[in-house]
């Protein structure tokens, strides 16, 4: 027998739904809701297999709803409505099913058939692996989550990129819906989130995205995410700690890409030059290590990976060059200058600055 709850403000509706799914044989009514707020609270207690529930609804509609039942909620959700307006285009490939008012006995059947056949599925706990650095992906296993809209892929990394601490609501839709007004970013919002915990739920992994007051928090414990790693690198570590220096390339092997490559998104802009800042001066620090030590060569090889994000990089291309005549390696030394005055000249019709002359006439 499947166990469903009903949520619905307007009561007809409530006892027109719960008569047609006692009458399949197939369906407990456990209980029936015309406060949204009280059937959030029943399910923390007592598991369902599917809930239906109504989209328009005051206070609380039934898409935001949904987004707070899904932290806890591994059952179905089946959205009914009477408005056959975007939502219905928006839910019906990630809800079970979505039910337009008056619902029928033929129409319900096809709910309840689906409901079975998705019941067949156990779920399986899976290690969760998010790549931030180059393209942006998701992966349980040997399979790619798949998102239905780029959006929710962004508001997923949104909330990564907070890294476990609290960020309002109002921060993440002027990031992400900043074109958007008042309740048009909030509609885009709460179906995003929706979007992206289905995703996850449709795979059979566990995903908790918390809401308090306002506030979301996406529990990263459990995930292998190389963005989350690079950073608390460095808000677990001295800088440049050359005492672990086995960790600090560790760290720097983690940047096989730029933050989120192919997003040009204004917070993802800024916070790709940020990253790649840390970056930098992350491979800075092991080059000086190594030159300390007399290791040019591998000086040498952090250098230029640095110089794969900044080849114009003064302070990048100065070093290079100084070590690699450290390593009497001057004919590298030369080519390198070439390149570098070659390409200042080209973009900024400069020149190098006199240091580099006296560099080579030490």
């Known amino acids: 027998m499947i166990k469903a709850i009903l949520v619905d403000d307007e009561h007809p509706s409530l006892e027109k739904l719960d008569k047609l799914l006692k009458e399949t044989g197939t369906v407990e009514v456990v209980k029936k809701f015309s406060q949204p707020m009280e059937a959030l609270e029943y399910l923390k207690e007592n598991k369902m297999d599917v809930v239906f529930l ?82 942006f992906s998701v992966t349980t296993g040997s399979n790619t989550i798949r998102f239905r809209t780029d959006k929710s892929a962004e508001l997923l990394a949104f909330l990564i990129d907070s890294r476990g601490n609290i960020v309002s609501r109002s921060k993440i839709t002027d990031s992400l819906w900043g074109d958007f007004e008042g309740d048009r970013a909030l509609i885009h919002f709460n179906t995003t989130l929706y979007y992206v915990k289905k995703a996850f739920q449709s795979c059979n992994v566990p995903i908790s995205i918390q809401y308090n007051r306002g506030s979301y928090l996406l529990n990263t414990n459990g995930f292998d995410c190389d963005y989350v790693k690079f950073w608390n690198f460095f808000e677990t570590t001295e800088f440049p700690g050359w005492e672990d220096v086995k960790r600090m390339e560790e760290t720097a092997r983690l940047y096989v890409g730029e933050y989120l490559s192919g997003w040009e998104t204004e917070w993802v802009v800024v916070k790709r030059m940020q990253t790649e800042e840390r970056y930098i ?24 990976e640095a110089l794969l994000y900044q080849p114009l990089s003064r302070s990048l291309n100065y070093k290079l060059m100084e070590i690699l005549l450290l390593y009497n390696e001057r004919v590298l030394a030369l080519k390198q200058y070439d390149f570098y005055r070659s390409g200042l000249a080209e973009k900024f019709q400069q020149a190098p600055d006199d240091e580099f002359e006296k560099l080579f006439n030490q």
């Not at 509609?61 to 909620?73: K, N």
């Not at 990630?94 to 129409?107: G, W």
Request: hydrophobic share 40%; net charge positive.
């Open 281 to 304: 001066a992350l491979l800075h620090s092991l080059a000086e290590y190594y030159k300390s030590i007399g290791t040019y060569r591998k000086a040498i090889k952090w250098l230029n």
């Open 54 to 135: 109504d989209i328009e609804m005051p206070d609380i509609d039934g898409i935001e709803l949904a987004v707070r039942i899904l932290d806890f909620h591994s059952g179905e959700i089946v959205f009914v409505t009477a408005y056959n307006q975007y939502a219905v285009h928006a839910f019906e490939l990630h809800a079970l099913d979505y039910l337009m008012k008056p619902v029928t006995s033929e129409r319900l059947r096809k709910t309840l058939d689906r409901l079975n056949k998705n019941a067949k599925v156990s779920p399986q706990n899976k290690d969760i692996k998010i790549s931030c650095f180059g393209r």
